[in-house]
């Protein structure tokens, strides 16, 4: 026999031989056809009763993966030719060649089997410093309001309560004045882009957006058939002037762009929204992470001086408590508010609705307010130490860009330091450092570093950044 049986322990003993036989010959090891010994020779090689391998074999035999032959033996039953691996696929096959095989990767993320001991990935906050004694009261509110409720389906668009919280919420910190029955329950910003995209571009149809820009939103509109124009931005954000004319999309990251992290000034934004109404295209604002500002006063959003109706506004709890979370929201244009929730009806009917209840109540009872200001004050931290080091030991390879809002910053290379050479260094020293490479696509690539700081706290962002400026400084002995 061409399995190994292994027994551990006393215990269940009929169930351990009869999952490993299955296996044998679910793989392919036990060969249909293949005589198998007989139930005494099996018990007496692994010291169990004879009964209990007779037992497995009645098993398998009724459930049709052995048969039996009176006088000549058991066998694996010749139905199991069924259960060969079918031969590799052509690279022509259909799904070979579908858009999902040829969609690039999103960001990159850090290894879970092995993540540095300072890992400044972006993107990432700090679970540790949420307050889930709160959380835990919350979730009982919500199991108790479940518990209270019909098992049936609720309302694609999310909870009144939920989107009553973030109504008034946007209203106070973004001055986004909406009711909240425009307000839409996502499965954090991605799902809102899904949507979006679905109910306002047919395939073909352009969709334009920052360059260099978010990879996981080019993805998803290249994944539903959009052609993805990249749009150069500057000093003062997206370029308008460079939007293609027939762009039935613009999406757009105003508050920190993503990467570089500068605001879209208010020239420009008045700039987008008057193309945005000339050519009748949707504008889509992404406000990831504008709830942290370090400097100065907070830019207006697109959406608060939106007059006529252009604007979609994207947010999302990822930042603020943690990706795992899978909340987000959208706030369409009225026209798109029908379309928008007969599509996440479509997709998934609706988001979980215990989750929502309990972060209805974790914002509508002050625990959210309380939470943003103690995480706006431990980034200011972080940010400042992570400044700190980009302007003193590690200046001379790296120059930060203005940025005064969000959880990370981008730093520029100097030259003539190579880009995957100072990830590859500090990699070695249990440093993650991720690059700017693969954000742009018809611009040329300027070498830079995304330094996030959600995750990683003010003593581990001075280890790791000294560990770091150690490293590159032996290098620059070395080619001296």
């Not at 322990?9 to 249909?32: E, F, K, N, S, W």
């Not at 193309?275 to 500002?293: K, M, T």
């Not at 830019?299 to 109706?309: P, R, V």
Request: hydrophobic fraction near 45%.
């Amino acid at each position: 026999m061409d399995v190994h049986l292994t027994i551990h322990g006393r215990q269940g003993l009929a169930g351990q031989i009869y999952r490993q036989l299955r296996a044998g010959v679910m793989d392919g090891r036990l060969a249909p056809g293949q005589r198998l010994p007989s139930t005494r020779e099996l018990a007496l090689q692994l010291g169990v009763s004879r009964k209990t391998t007779l037992d497995v074999f009645e098993r398998l035999i009724a459930e049709g993966y052995l048969r039996s032959r009176a006088g000549d033996g058991t066998f694996v039953a010749d139905a199991m030719t069924r259960l060969a691996p079918p031969p590799p696929m052509p690279a022509t096959s259909p799904a070979a060649g579908s858009i999902w095989a040829r969609l690039e990767d999103a960001l990159p993320m850090t290894p879970a089997d092995t993540p540095p001991a300072y890992d400044f990935v972006g993107g990432v906050t700090d679970k540790s410093l949420f307050p889930f004694d709160q959380w835990r009261r919350c979730v009982s509110h919500a199991l108790r309001v479940q518990a209270r409720g019909r098992g049936t389906y609720r309302d694609p668009a999310g909870e009144q309560e939920l989107r009553q919280a973030v109504a008034s919420y946007l209203a106070f910190s973004r001055a986004v004045v909406s009711h909240w029955h425009e307000v839409v329950i996502t499965q954090g910003a991605q799902q809102a882009l899904d949507l979006l995209t679905k109910v306002s571009v047919r395939p073909g149809e352009v969709v334009a957006m920052e360059d260099p820009g978010y990879p996981p939103a080019r993805i998803i509109f290249a994944a539903l058939g959009a052609q993805v124009v990249p749009v150069p931005v500057d000093e003062e954000g997206l370029v308008v002037d460079a939007l293609p004319a027939n762009a039935r999309m613009v999406y757009v990251t105003p508050s920190h762009q993503f990467p570089l992290g500068m605001p879209m000034s208010l020239e420009r934004r008045l700039a987008l929204l008057e193309w945005a109404q000339r050519h009748g295209a949707l504008v889509v604002e992404d406000d990831y992470d504008g709830e942290f500002r370090f400097e100065g006063r907070p830019m207006e959003s697109l959406k608060s001086l939106d007059t006529a109706g252009v604007v979609a506004y994207v947010g999302t709890f990822s930042k603020t408590i943690f990706p795992e979370l899978r909340v987000g929201y959208v706030i369409p244009p009225a026209p798109l508010g029908s379309a928008l929730r007969r599509a996440k009806q479509v997709g998934d009917w609706h988001s979980c609705t215990m989750t929502q209840a309990a972060l209805a109540k974790f914002m509508l009872d002050g625990y959210f307010a309380k939470h943003l200001r103690r995480m706006h004050k431990e980034y200011a931290a972080r940010r400042a130490a992570l400044l700190e080091h980009l302007r003193g030991d590690l200046a001379p390879w790296l120059t930060p860009l203005p940025c005064a809002v969000g959880i990370h910053l981008v730093a520029a290379i100097r030259a003539p330091q190579d880009e995957s050479d100072m990830i590859r260094r500090a990699a070695a020293e249990s440093v993650g450092l991720y690059g700017m490479a693969g954000m742009f696509v018809s611009q040329a690539p300027r070498p830079g570093l995304l330094f996030g700081y959600g995750g990683i706290g003010v003593t581990a962002i001075h280890a790791g950044l000294a560990r770091l400026a150690s490293a590159l400084a032996g290098r620059r002995q070395d080619a001296a």
